[in-house]
């Protein structure tokens, strides 16, 4: 049964039934239904751990495994996961575990240029809605073919970050001398084919690394090569059906859409793993301008985002081009179910005093972060007071009812915001304005009915806040 398809209750009877409130939920019904959404793992049940209660364990197990097996990459605070989703579209559920951007790296770069790459990589970051969007894993490849010489490229990226690593080279021998430099990094390797894979397997599973499978644009062989390495025991793959740009994109698409679709709708146990995209591939045919190229890697890279690549190796390091990426793919692996929300309370701007502006707005990520700009940009002092809207904009909170007089005047109370002025003065969001007397009469505040937008603030205060 598939995991979006369970109740709480299926769940809750296979569990020991203890009530013991060791997984810190109050009871072990609570605990099936934080199962059944992903907040809980098997593990956090100490009873269900029990020698007696493993056939329910494994039971359970099969139930909430992933469509998609998750993937470990890299060792610590830096790893990342790859893989390890339940449904083909996020509207049925959620995903889970965003995609890896890796920076393309080659043992024949200039030393200056190697180094400039990975340190654009390691210090990539961008504040989004109070998220800090960053990229993932740095990938070199053998381009030389020499064993000594990719040592040498895998050992000093290593030494300049401790972002995961992907080490690309289909000669046993060069992989196998740069696993003796970064094995216990816990690299992805990249690839196994018809041809070596059984001295790749021995290397993944000498070194307990992630490995790659690879046969592009033959989805039978590819599925193969996946079968053939589990049955020699490794767990632990990633596909590559392949990538391509300009007449191949249509087909590259359809592949990897034909991989996830077979893994979780017609669940197909050796298609069941993360997916490799290669949008470097746009710069297969070089253009005049490189930035062609980048335009192009930035298209393909984002049509792989929404086709479930769960991994992508991007050639461009341009701001432009990876921002875009970036965005996407935070806004796709989003939870749906949760709304993105900051924490309720108030926040001071500037150096507010006991006569400074009082606003409000709600704790929807989006809502507050755009309010919390334009205040910042136009440097005015004030306190703005965060209402807990569950995650909802100023419009739905107030249509919902989950933004009304009652809270807003709890809010003030709850805060003490009487405490930091010593006028009675509040501004709300122009959504708001019906509100504005049933606030006026529960707390006791002069109310204004502020901008429709919060870009008109800094006017708005300039003509009209007269707390007195």
């Known amino acids: 049964m598939p995991a979006k398809e369970l109740s709480p209750i299926e769940v809750y009877k296979m569990l020991p039934g ?15 239904a934080k199962l059944v959404n992903r907040e809980a793992t098997l593990q956090e049940c100490p009873p269900l751990l029990e020698p007696k209660f ?7 197990w099969v139930l909430l495994k992933p469509a998609v097996r998750a993937v470990q990459v890299g060792v610590g605070d830096k790893a990342v996961t790859l893989g390890g989703e339940y449904v083909l579209y996020r509207h049925e559920f959620t995903y889970f575990n965003l995609p890896a951007v890796a920076v393309d790296l080659s043992d024949e770069m200039p030393d200056e240029e190697f180094e400039a790459r990975i340190k654009v990589a390691s210090e990539f970051e961008y504040e989004y809605i109070g998220m800090k969007l960053t990229l993932d894993m740095v990938a070199i490849r053998s381009a030389s073919n020499d064993p000594a010489r990719f040592e040498v490229a895998v050992r000093k990226a290593a030494e300049l970050t401790e972002m995961p690593l992907l080490i690309c080279s289909l000669d ?13 990094r ?13 001295e790749m397997a021995d290397l993944a599973l000498m ?22 390495l589990t049955e020699y025991g490794v767990e632990d793959i990633v596909l590559d059906p392949g990538t391509q740009w ?12 034909v991989l996830r679709w077979n893994a979780i709708n017609e669940e197909e146990e050796y298609l069941g793993y993360p997916l490799l995209g290669a949008p470097i591939a746009a710069w297969t045919e070089k253009a005049e301008d490189p930035v062609i190229n980048e335009w192009n890697e930035a298209m393909l890279a984002s049509a792989l985002i929404t086709r479930f690549s769960d991994i992508l190796v991007v050639h461009s390091v341009s701001g432009w081009s990876l921002l875009p990426l970036v965005f996407l793919r935070q806004n796709l692996y989003t939870d749906p179910r949760k709304p993105v929300a900051v924490e309720a309370g108030v926040n001071a701007f500037g150096d507010p005093d006991e006569v400074s502006p009082v606003l409000l707005t709600t704790n929807f ?48 109370a709850e805060n003490k915001v009487g405490d930091l002025v010593k006028h009675r003065h509040l501004v709300i969001p122009g959504r708001a304005a019906r509100l504005s007397g049933e606030i006026q009469e529960l707390s006791g505040w002069n109310v204004s009915v502020g901008p429709l937008d919060s870009s008109g603030i800094a006017k708005f205060l300039e003509e009209k806040w007269k707390p007195e």
């Open 18 to 32: 203890t009530n013991c409130k060791e997984c810190g939920e109050t009871n072990c019904m609570a605990f099936a």
């Open 246 to 257: 300009d007449d191949g994109l249509s087909k590259t698409l359809d592949n990897f859409t």
């Open 365 to 412: 990520a989006l809502t507050y972060y755009t309010v919390a700009s334009d205040i910042e940009s136009a440097k005015i002092d004030c306190y703005l007071v965060v209402v807990d809207t569950e995650g909802l904009s100023v419009e739905s909170a107030v249509a919902g009812r989950h933004l009304t007089a009652d809270s807003i005047a709890g809010a003030l």
């Open 186 to 198: 816990r690299p992805l390797m990249y690839a196994a084919t018809k041809d070596n894979w059984r």
């Open 54 to 60: 493993t056939e329910a364990y494994n039971r359970l």
């Open 207 to 228: 070194y307990n690394c992630p490995l790659v499978a690879s046969a592009p644009f033959d989805l039978n062989m590819l599925k193969s090569i996946a079968k053939t």
């Open 172 to 184: 046993p021998t060069v992989m196998e001398q740069a696993l003796t430099a970064v094995g216990d």
